[in-house]
Nanobody, 125 residues
Framework: VQLVESGGGLVQAGGSLRLSCAASGFTFDDYAIGWFRQAPGKEIDKVSCVSFSDGSTAYADSVKGRFTISSDNAKNTVYLQMNNLKPEDTGIYFC???????????????????WGQGTEVTVSL
C-alpha cells in the first residue's frame, strides 16, 4: 500500500494549486481518503476527506468554498483543488487512507492508517 502526493509548490496569495494523491496496492472501493495539513510549528489538521463508502465529502471550515476534493478511480488518484489560496494555507499536505471497509470521514487523523510522505505548499503575500 502506497500513497504518493504531488502538486505542491510556491504560489502567491489568490492563486491555485491542484494536489494529487496517487494510490497503489489497493483500490478505493469503500474506503476513505483524506487530505491533511501541517502548518509550520502546528499540529496536523484534517483539511478534506472523501468517503467512497457513502460518497460523502467533508471540508474544514477554513477551506470551505475554496478547496474541492475529487477522484479519478481509473487512475486511482484523489485530487485536492485549492483556489484563492491564503498564506495560512501554507504547510505540508498529506493524503491518508482509512483502509477499513465502509469507512466514513468522521474519524480523526488516528483513524487513517496509511499515509503519504507529503507535499509542501507555500503561499506568499
Amino acid at each position: 500500500v502506497q500513497l504518493v502526493e504531488s502538486g505542491g509548490g510556491l504560489v502567491q496569495a489568490g492563486g491555485s494549486l491542484r494536489l494529487s494523491c496517487a494510490a497503489s496496492g489497493f483500490t478505493f472501493d469503500d474506503y476513505a481518503i483524506g487530505w491533511f495539513r501541517q502548518a509550520p510549528g502546528k499540529e496536523i489538521d484534517k483539511v478534506s476527506c472523501v468517503s467512497f463508502s457513502d460518497g460523502s465529502t467533508a471540508y474544514a471550515d477554513s477551506v470551505k468554498g475554496r478547496f474541492t476534493i475529487s477522484s479519478d478511480n481509473a487512475k486511482n488518484t484523489v485530487y485536492l483543488q485549492m483556489n484563492n489560496l491564503k498564506p495560512e494555507d501554507t504547510g505540508i499536505y498529506f493524503c491518508a487512507a482509512v483502509l477499513v471497509h465502509g469507512s466514513s470521514c468522521h474519524g480523526n487523523l488516528h483513524s487513517f492508517n496509511s499515509w503519504g510522505q507529503g507535499t509542501e505548499v507555500t503561499v506568499s503575500l
